[in-house]
């Protein structure tokens, strides 16, 4: 197979970054309200937010998980993509007709569902860019995912003030049907190199390098909990409802910021050095939760968690897909979002158990120590170093 042209990877990676502006701007019309939605719509307590929300974040990983190993066996990326797409739409409108949080679980699960576009989308990405620009590449996605997203909560602001939340989880399923024409008309998918031959992952096409950056990278997660309880402990210490949607955009609009630059960092300097500077965001976010507590803390730590995130995602995926075997990227990538997401459902439902019984604390002190131990984990974790190179032009 004959590698693509600049302009069409340009093309490719920019389809994709667009597809993904508009699913999550319908997306975050939902998910800057989630938590509210559940708790004084639907009548859920923590537990119960912790559930739904470990359960979606489970499901998430298994599907692409699945969705990885299906498309390196078939040989196909294209038709998971734009199915997740439309997973996301159904399950809105799923949302907006449920009478109780447990009628929201099903919809829940078709939603995360869709994040079987994740891995093959990933590996396409993966296979056409460079050591040298493939941090940029997905940094500039998640970038475009963050913008989506911005707008995604500048829409459900006004909204929510003419329009009762059901009906606005009605029209954010439209950006997403749209995401599924541009990836089914506008992305061409060529077929494997000749005499290329699929017999499936084994544990010794598995690195020790990326065992040990999954095992670190599971911890974390275990202590990541869903951004629902940094919401709701945010109103439990003065912050008024109508302000969550706005700590929610301000996050959002700072990975959006700090997603391609890390990205074009993480390319000049190497992986490991962002992935710390992600960590130890994450740390502060839980200290100012657990010793500060004043509201312009609060809001620095919600600024604080977009630069986590904003560095984690991109540089993260990046890291496990140079660690894969190169014939089984999707399916590596798959199983690494897997591993990470069994830790999902035990991480929102902990908190949530822990909040309840024990008060806000608990589920953020042990969140310091596992992300802790999950630092020291990545000490150990080999990066192929490379002479420094000029930081490759926007995308």
């Keep these: 197979m004959s590698q693509p042209t600049p302009q069409e990877v340009k093309r490719t990676v920019h389809t994709f970054a667009w597809a993904s502006f508009l699913h999550d701007a319908g997306a975050d019309m939902i998910y800057s309200v989630w938590p509210l939605f559940l708790t004084q719509v639907l009548g859920a307590n923590k537990t119960a937010v912790g559930l739904i929300d470990g359960l979606g974040d489970m499901v998430v990983s298994v599907s692409s998980a699945v969705a990885g190993y299906m498309s390196d066996r078939i040989r196909k990326r294209k038709v998971f993509v734009w199915m997740g797409y439309c997973f996301g739409a159904l399950a809105r409108i799923g949302y907006a007709i449920s009478p109780t949080w447990t009628a929201v679980i099903p919809f829940r699960i078709l939603d995360r569902s869709g994040k079987v576009r994740s891995s093959p989308r990933d590996a396409i990405v993966s296979d056409i860019s460079t050591r040298t620009d493939r941090g940029t590449h997905f940094g500039f996605m998640r970038a475009m995912d963050n913008a989506g997203a911005l707008v995604g909560v500048l829409l459900s602001l006004l909204l929510i003030h003419f329009l009762p939340l059901r009906t606005i989880f009605l029209i954010a399923a439209v950006p997403s049907v749209f ?25 010794h096409d598995v690195s020790g390098n990326l065992w040990l950056f999954t095992v670190s990278s599971a911890l974390l997660e275990l202590g990541g909990f869903s951004y629902s309880f940094l919401l709701l402990a945010a109103t439990s210490l003065g912050f008024a409802t109508g302000t969550v949607p706005l700590l929610y955009l301000l996050f959002t609009l700072v990975a ?37 507590r ?16 904003g560095a984690l995602d991109p540089v993260q995926k990046t890291f496990a897909a140079e660690l894969a075997h190169k014939d089984y990227v999707a399916s590596t990538l798959g199983g690494f979002q897997l591993v990470i997401g069994l830790m999902s459902l035990p991480s929102s ?38 002479k420094l190179q000029p930081i490759p032009p926007y995308v």
């Design 294 to 309: 004043h509201p312009a803390a609060i809001v620095a730590a919600f600024a604080l968690y977009g630069l986590h995130k």
């Design 179 to 203: 995401a599924v024409a541009l990836v089914f008309f506008a992305i061409r998918e060529k077929g494997p190199a000749a005499g290329t031959i699929f017999r499936g992952i084994r544990f």
């Design 349 to 386: 439902l902990l908190a949530g158990l822990l909040w309840d019984r024990l008060g806000l604390s608990a589920p953020f002190f042990l969140s310091i120590v596992l992300t802790v131990l999950s630092l020291l984990l990545l000490i150990f974790v080999e990066e192929k170093r490379k």
């Design 256 to 292: 959006a910021l700090v997603s391609v630059p890390v990205g074009r960092l993480a390319d000049r300097l190497g992986r490991k050095p962002l992935l710390y500077a992600s960590f130890l965001a994450w740390a502060a976010v839980l200290g100012i939760f657990l010793f500060l």
